[in-house]
C-alpha cells in the first residue's frame, strides 16, 4: 500500500513537476499527523471529537506568538491593560466556577448567580482592557497592530502548538466530555467554530483577519540557497534550473523535518497502543460500563486521550502556519480541517496508526489531484461535444468541485463496502 | 409618549422583524433535523446540504421561469418554483435512503455510523451543488422589495423612525406559519402522523402493533426534505443564494434543535426563535433606542452593544454549549442519547 503511494507520488512527480509532488508531500506529512491525533481519539477510544479545525488553529496561533518577533510600541501602549484583562477573566472563570460548584442543589439561584458573576466579570474586564485594546490596534496598524511574539525559532512553536492546543483539550474535555457521541460532535464543532471566531475578531492578539505574514522560516530561504556555492554546482551536475533546484531543496528539508516529527509521533502512538494503557482504552471503548466495573475511571481516561489526540493536531496545525509562513484565520474550514482528516481516519482505517498515516497520504494526494483528474475525466467524457455548447463549458467550469462529491463517494463507499478501512485494526 | 414609540419601532425594524424572519428559517431547518433525530435516531449532518439542493433547485427553476417571462408580480417568482425544489429534494433523500441509509438500517448500526455516513453525504450532496451551480453568489429574488418602506412608514405614523418590511420577511413568516401549521396537524391528526409518532416514542411497540417501518422512514425524509427545500429557499430568498453559506447555516439549526430539545417538534419552533432573537438582542447596538428613552444628560456615547457583530453567528454556538452543558434536554424535554 505505502508502495503504491509512493508510486503514484512519483508518477506526479515525472508527469506534473516534482515541485507539485513535494507540495503534496509535505501536506500528506501534515495531515498524517492530525490523522494520528484524530486516530487516538476515534480509534483507540472512541471519542467523535469534530473540533479539529479549532485545535489546528490554536497551534498556528501558537506559531505566531513564539515565532514572531515582538512588538514592544504595542506592549508599551496596551500590554499591562490586557495582560490585567487576562487576569480578570481568569479570575472570573475561577470565582464563577466556585459559585457552581458550592450551590449545587439550590435550583435557580445556582444559575443566576453564575450568570451574576461571570457578566460582572466581562463588564470590569471590558472596562479595564477595552482602552488598552484600542491603543494595540493602532500601533502601526496597517503593519503590527498586535503585541506580537517571543521571537524565538520557529520549530520551538510546534512544541508550544502541541501544549496549547493540550491546553485548551482540557478545558474543553472537562467541559463536554460528559456528552454522548452526537452531542459531543455538535458540541466539539460549535467550538471550534467559537474559537476561529475568537482568532479573527481579536485583532491584538494575532492582527485577526488582516493575517500574518513573513513568519520566520526554520529552513533557508531560496534566494539565500540561489546564492550560495553548492546550489549552483548541484543545477550544474544534475542539468535543472537554479531556480528548481533551490525550491526543491527548501521543500525537501521541510520534508525532512515533518518526517521527523511524523515517525516520532508514530513511534508513541505505536507503543501506547501496544501498551496496557492502549488495552484499557480499547477495553473502555468496546464496553464502557464492564470497565468502568473493572475499576477504570471512564472520564478521566477520556479526558487523557482528548488531550494527547489535540496536542497532536496542535503540532500538526502549528507545523501548517511555518510551513505556510502566514497565519489566516478566515482560511480554517470546517470541512478542509475537520471532515477531510475523519474521511483520512476513516478510509486509512482507524485504530491502526498505519491505516491512519496511509489515509493521510491517499485522501490528501486525491483532494489535491482530483482536480486535474476530474478535469482530465471531464474534457474526456465532453470531447465528443462541439466546443462552446452551454453544457460543456458548465462542465469544465465546474469540474474543480468534483473532489468534495468524490470524497463523499470514497467515504460512503469505504463505510459500506470496507467500514475496516484500507488497513484494518489488527487484533490483539 | 412618543419617544417610547420611536424606540420600539427601532426595537421593532432592527430586531423584531429580521428576528421573526431569520427565526423562522431556523424553525424549519430545526423542524427537519428534530423528525430525522427522532425517527432515524442519528444527527444529519447532511441537512445543511439538503436545504442547499433544494435551495439550489428553486433557483435554478426561477432563473428558468424568469427567462420564460413566468412571474408573480409583487411576489417573488421562487414561490411557483418552489413545488418543483420540494419534489425534487424529497427524490434525492429517497434516493440517498435507499441507496446509503437503509443498508445501516437493516444492519443496526450503531448511531456513530449514522453520523459518519451523514458526513459522506453531506460531502456529496455539497459537491453536486457546487458542481450544478458553481460557488458563486446568486440573487433570485424578484417583485417587489418591499411591503412597507420605511418612508411611507413615517409618513403613515408621523414618528422619527421608519419600519420597513422587506417582502421576503413577509412570505418567510407566511410560508413558515402555513407550513408549521400543515406538520403539526398532519403529525397529531391523521394515521401516519400518529404511527410516526409511535415509533419514534417506542420503536418496538410500534413495530408490535404493526406499523410499517419502512414506510414511516420513508415518510420522516419526504417531510424533512420538503421542509429542507422550503427553508434553503426562503433562506436563499431573504439573503442570497451561495453554497457555502449552508454548511454554517447547520451549526445554528443544531443549536434550535437542541436548545428546544431534540425530538421534540415544538421544541425546534421555539429553539429557532430562541437562538435568532438571542443573536440579534444581544449583538443589537442599543445607543438609538436608550436616546429616545433616556433624558438628555444621560444619551449614551458609546453603541451600547453587548457584545460586537462580528460574534453574531458564534453566539449561536455558545448558547448551544451552555444548554449542552446544563440542560441537554432541552426546554421542552426531547430525548438524550
Redesign the interface.
Known amino acids: 500500500m505505502f508502495a503504491m503511494m509512493a508510486a503514484l507520488l512519483a508518477i506526479v512527480g515525472i508527469f506534473q513537476s516534482w515541485n507539485v509532488a513535494l507540495t503534496i508531500v509535505n501536506l500528506c506529512l501534515i495531515s498524517s499527523i492530525m490523522t494520528l491525533g484524530v486516530n487516538i481519539q476515534w480509534g483507540y477510544a472512541?471519542l467523535?471529537n469534530f473540533g479539529m479545525m479549532g485545535f489546528t488553529a490554536l497551534g498556528g496561533l501558537a506559531a505566531v506568538l513564539i515565532a514572531m518577533p515582538p512588538v514592544p510600541e504595542a506592549w508599551a501602549a496596551g500590554g499591562s491593560g490586557v495582560m490585567a484583562g487576562l487576569v480578570i477573566i481568569i479570575a472570573t472563570a475561577i470565582v464563577s466556577l466556585l459559585i457552581w460548584k458550592q450551590l449545587k442543589g439550590r435550583g435557580a439561584k445556582r444559575?443566576w448567580l453564575t450568570a451574576l458573576s461571570i457578566v460582572i466579570g466581562v463588564v470590569i474586564m471590558r472596562l479595564v482592557a477595552d482602552p488598552s485594546i484600542a491603543a494595540i490596534e493602532s500601533v502601526e496598524s496597517a503593519r503590527t497592530g498586535y503585541l506580537g511574539g517571543f521571537g524565538l525559532p520557529v520549530t520551538l512553536s510546534w512544541i508550544a502548538g502541541g501544549f496549547v492546543a493540550a491546553g485548551a483539550a482540557f478545558v474543553i474535555g472537562r467541559?463536554?466530555l460528559g456528552?454522548?457521541?452526537?452531542?459531543l460532535?455538535?458540541?466539539t464543532?460549535?467550538?471550534s467554530?467559537?474559537v476561529i471566531?475568537?482568532l479573527?475578531?481579536e485583532d491584538w492578539l494575532a492582527r485577526g483577519v488582516k493575517n500574518i505574514n513573513g513568519l520566520p522560516r526554520p529552513v533557508p530561504y531560496e534566494i539565500e540557497l540561489q546564492a550560495s556555492q553548492w546550489v549552483v554546482q548541484l543545477a550544474d551536475m544534475l542539468g535543472a534550473s537554479v531556480v528548481d533546484v533551490s525550491t526543491i531543496t527548501v521543500k525537501l528539508s521541510y520534508a525532512g523535518l515533518f518526517t521527523i516529527v511524523l515517525l516520532i509521533f508514530l513511534w508513541l502512538s505505536e507503543v501506547a497502543l501496544r501498551s496496557p494503557w492502549g488495552r484499557m482504552m480499547r477495553a473502555i471503548r468496546d464496553n464502557e460500563v464492564a470497565a468502568n466495573a473493572m475499576g477504570k475511571h471512564v472520564t478521566a481516561h477520556h479526558l487523557q486521550v482528548f488531550i494527547l489526540g489535540s496536542a497532536m493536531v496542535g503540532v500538526a496545525g502549528a507545523m501548517l502556519t511555518t510551513l505556510d509562513g502566514q497565519f489566516t484565520p478566515a482560511s480554517y474550514q470546517?470541512?478542509r480541517f475537520t471532515?477531510l482528516i475523519?474521511?483520512m481516519v476513516?478510509v486509512g482505517g482507524s485504530g491502526n496508526n498505519f491505516g491512519s498515516v496511509l489515509g493521510g497520504f491517499i485522501v490528501w494526494f486525491f483532494w489535491i489531484e482530483s482536480e486535474p483528474l476530474g478535469l482530465w475525466f471531464i474534457s474526456t467524457i465532453t470531447a465528443g461535444l462541439a466546443d462552446g455548447s452551454a453544457l460543456k463549458t458548465q462542465l469544465v467550469?465546474?469540474a474543480a468541485?468534483?473532489?468534495?462529491?468524490?470524497?463523499?463517494?470514497i467515504?460512503?463507499v469505504m463505510?459500506?463496502f470496507a467500514?475496516q478501512g484500507l488497513l484494518p485494526e489488527q487484533k490483539r | 409618549m412618543m419617544d417610547i414609540l420611536n424606540a420600539l419601532t427601532v426595537i421593532g425594524n432592527f430586531v423584531l422583524i429580521p428576528g421573526l424572519a431569520y427565526g423562522s428559517q431556523l424553525a424549519l431547518g430545526a423542524l427537519g433535523v428534530t423528525l430525522v433525530y427522532s425517527v432515524l435516531r442519528f444527527s444529519n449532518f447532511a441537512h445543511g446540504e439538503m436545504m442547499s439542493f433544494g435551495a439550489m433547485l428553486s433557483v435554478l427553476v426561477t432563473f428558468w421561469l424568469q427567462s420564460a417571462g413566468i412571474g408573480l408580480g409583487l411576489l417573488p417568482t421562487a414561490l411557483i418554483a418552489l413545488p418543483v425544489s420540494i419534489l425534487g429534494t424529497i427524490l434525492l433523500c429517497l434516493l440517498i435512503d435507499r441507496l446509503v441509509y437503509r443498508y445501516y438500517r437493516q444492519t443496526r448500526a450503531p448511531n456513530v455510523t449514522y453520523l459518519i455516513v451523514s458526513i459522506g453525504v453531506m460531502f456529496t450532496i455539497g459537491g453536486l451543488v457546487r458542481f450544478i451551480i458553481g460557488p458563486s453568489d446568486r440573487i433570485f429574488t424578484d417583485g417587489s422589495r418591499f411591503i412597507i418602506k420605511a418612508r411611507s412608514f413615517k409618513e403613515m405614523t408621523g414618528l422619527n423612525e421608519g419600519l420597513a418590511i422587506k417582502m421576503t420577511q413577509g412570505v418567510t413568516l407566511a410560508t413558515a406559519i402555513v407550513i408549521v401549521i400543515a406538520v403539526f396537524w398532519f403529525l397529531n391528526k391523521t394515521r401516519t402522523g400518529k404511527s410516526m409518532r409511535a415509533y419514534s416514542d417506542n420503536e418496538d411497540l410500534a413495530l408490535l402493533s404493526g406499523i410499517n417501518p419502512e414506510r414511516v422512514v420513508m415518510i420522516t425524509w419526504v417531510i424533512a426534505a420538503a421542509l429542507a427545500a422550503i427553508a434553503g429557499t426562503l433562506y436563499g430568498l431573504d439573503k442570497s443564494f451561495k453554497p457555502f453559506t449552508f454548511l454554517q447555516l447547520l451549526l445554528p439549526i443544531f443549536a434550535a434543535a437542541i436548545v428546544g430539545g431534540v425530538g421534540s417538534p415544538v421544541g425546534a419552533i421555539a429553539g429557532g426563535f430562541v437562538i435568532a432573537f438571542s443573536e440579534l438582542f444581544i449583538t443589537f447596538a442599543y445607543k438609538k433606542v436608550l436616546t429616545y428613552l433616556l433624558p438628555e444628560s444621560l444619551a449614551p456615547e458609546s453603541l451600547m452593544q453587548l457584545l460586537s457583530t462580528e460574534y453574531k453567528i458564534a453566539l449561536s454556538f455558545i448558547i448551544l454549549v451552555i444548554v449542552l452543558l446544563i440542560r441537554p434536554t432541552g426546554l421542552f424535554s426531547g430525548k438524550t442519547l
Open positions: 472512541g467523535v444559575y467541559i463536554s456528552l454522548r457521541s452526537d452531542y460532535a455538535i458540541a464543532l460549535g467550538i467554530e467559537i471566531y475568537v479573527k475578531n470546517p470541512l471532515f475523519w474521511v476513516i467550469e465546474n468541485h468534483m473532489r468534495l462529491m468524490t470524497m463523499g463517494i467515504l460512503l463505510l459500506r467500514p
